[in-house]
């Protein structure tokens, strides 16, 4: 190999790690200016790549979407891990709940795409859905074992129920309640039996 050929090499490699890191910026802002229904051209633009660049790094809007919304992601995950540990269980499930709803309203059109994920698992976007499906549901069985929580409620349909949340408060903006007094009636169907 020519001593020409690594630095051309390294150069293509940091091109390419600084293209990554402007695509997510931009996308990062444009998803939070205009919500994920953004055009990829328009973020591709904003970064001052091309379409294909865009979709070297990122096949699909899913990919992007995934990792955009990783470190929050990841900050979930951490979350429900703490509140393990919680002295109340249903309350630290609801606490984590709250926390989804949050993140999923964070921008608009990301609950739709949770939701239509959860039912397609090649989606990137899907690939997120295992480890909040295990993290949820690990506080959702100790809330169950607590006798808080009814046992035949599983930890698919909560999510469901949290995005469906987040999307509603979304569609009604006028209203910064709504989410809150939704969780709470869903909450109310969840609780055990005493």
């Not at 001593?3 to 091109?15: K, L, N, W």
């Not at 402007?22 to 051209?41: D, K, N, P, Q, V």
């Not at 393990?84 to 949050?102: M, N, S």
């Amino acid at each position: 190999m020519s001593e020409q050929t690594v630095p051309d090499t390294r150069r293509r490699r940091a091109d390419a790690r600084r293209n990554h890191a402007r695509l997510l910026a931009e996308a990062r802002a444009a998803f939070a200016e205009h919500g994920t229904g953004t055009s990829l051209e328009d973020v591709a633009r904003r970064a001052g790549v091309g379409i294909g660049t865009l979709y070297r790094h990122f096949p699909t809007r899913h990919a992007l979407m995934s990792a955009v919304f990783e470190d929050a992601v990841r900050d979930l995950l951490d979350r429900s891990r703490a509140l393990l540990d919680a002295p109340a269980p249903c309350e630290a499930l609801v606490t984590w709940l709250r926390a989804l709803i949050a993140h999923a309203g964070a921008y608009r059109g990301l609950s739709r795409a949770l939701m239509s994920a959860s039912q397609d698992e090649s989606s990137a976007l899907a690939r997120c859905s295992a480890p909040m499906r295990e993290a949820g549901g690990a506080l959702l069985a100790r809330a169950q074992r607590a006798g808080a929580v009814r046992e035949d409620v599983a930890i698919a349909d909560l999510l469901q129920l949290t995005n469906a949340i987040a999307l509603a408060a979304e569609e009604t903006p006028d209203d910064p309640l709504l989410a809150d007094r939704l969780l709470t009636l869903t909450l109310r169907g969840l609780a055990a039996a005493h």
